[in-house]
């Protein structure tokens, strides 16, 4: 019985969470639109509310392509792999309502990150075409590179919380939140969560201007639907990881809700403001800047903890 309610519990939580992923790419049409000025869509529905579900009933509807050479099963599973990955992570938010609970939330999260990678490769190297592979590459070598200063970030904190569980990053931010004590690295991990998730201006894996588009070149109709709603869950999910470990707050109050889509707002705000990287600096910050700041970072941290407990 027990098992059963968090099932349920799971799938209204994923309900909610593609809900979220359409008014996201609403919001991000809308801001963009402004950024532009321009009205962004306006026409289905009121102020164009319905546009998302349009686009999603249009996708889904299309016919479906297989490009010949393609090696099939990898090719049809990746998207859907992809979407299961993103949405995967949000078991890790602790829910007061007792939904999905564990210890070791921490090392799935970082788990799914680095599944994550597997997915684009699969996409990119199963189409079977040159662009689509360097697509891939681009994003296993970024992703990969991130991925060691956003762990370094996370294990600078885990020293002062003492868990492997998000759960304590609310509990110790009661007082003050961790975004004034160390502004720099909030910094670091909002630009790293750019990278990971693949937005500009690190979006080499998409790179419409020298790669068409990137890793899913190949993809029409419901393929392309659902890799983009893995982007836009996962950006919707970096969001509230976020608001957790920096700004504080139980997920059962509104302020929460309100902070994470603001940290949405500011994805969407980069891609407005500035242009794409060119790939050897891309990978110059990740080495030479972001893992040595990452690494003081969490010595300083460790070194923090210790003090305290020796004056304790």
């Known amino acids: 019985m027990m098992l059963m309610c968090k099932l349920v519990n799971y799938v209204i939580l994923i309900i909610f969470v593609l809900v979220a992923v359409a008014f996201l790419t609403l919001m991000e049409r809308k801001v963009l639109g402004y950024i532009q000025i321009r009205k962004g869509p306006n026409k289905v529905g009121y102020m164009g509310v319905l546009q998302p579900f349009a686009d999603a009933v249009k996708l889904f509807t299309k016919e479906q392509t297989f490009p010949t050479m393609s090696n099939f099963i990898p090719y049809y599973m990746s998207p859907i792999f992809s979407l299961f990955l993103a949405l995967l992570a949000w078991c890790i938010m602790p829910y007061e309502s007792g939904l999905i609970s564990f210890d070791l939330s921490v090392l799935f999260f970082l788990c799914c990150a680095s599944l994550g990678v597997y997915s684009s490769m699969g996409a990119g190297w199963a189409s079977n075409s040159k662009y689509a592979l360097l697509g891939c590459t681009r994003a296993v070598a970024q992703t990969i590179s991130y991925e060691v200063s956003l762990t370094l970030v996370l294990l600078g904190y885990l020293f002062l919380i003492n868990s492997f569980d998000f759960k304590g990053f609310s509990e110790f931010q009661r007082i003050s939140w961790f975004l004034l004590i160390a502004l720099p690295l909030s910094g670091l991990w ?123």
Do not use: H, Q
Not at 205 to 213: D, I, P, R
Not at 262 to 274: K, N, P, Q
């Open 190 to 312: 909002f630009v790293t969560c750019l990278a990971e998730t693949n937005r500009t201006p690190f979006d080499f894996a998409e790179g419409e201007s020298e790669l068409v588009s990137g890793f899913n070149t190949e993809y029409s109709a419901g393929g392309f639907a659902l890799i983009f709603m893995a982007e836009y869950a996962s950006i919707i999910f970096m969001s509230c990881l976020f608001t957790l470990m920096f700004l504080g707050g139980s997920l059962l109050s509104f302020g929460f809700y309100i902070k994470s889509v603001g940290v949405s707002f500011g994805f969407i705000w980069v891609r407005g403001t500035l242009p794409r990287f060119r790939y050897d600096k891309l990978m110059y910050v990740a080495w030479k800047s972001y893992l040595p700041v990452s690494l003081n970072y969490s010595l300083f941290f460790f070194g923090l903890k210790v003090w305290c407990e020796n004056l304790i």
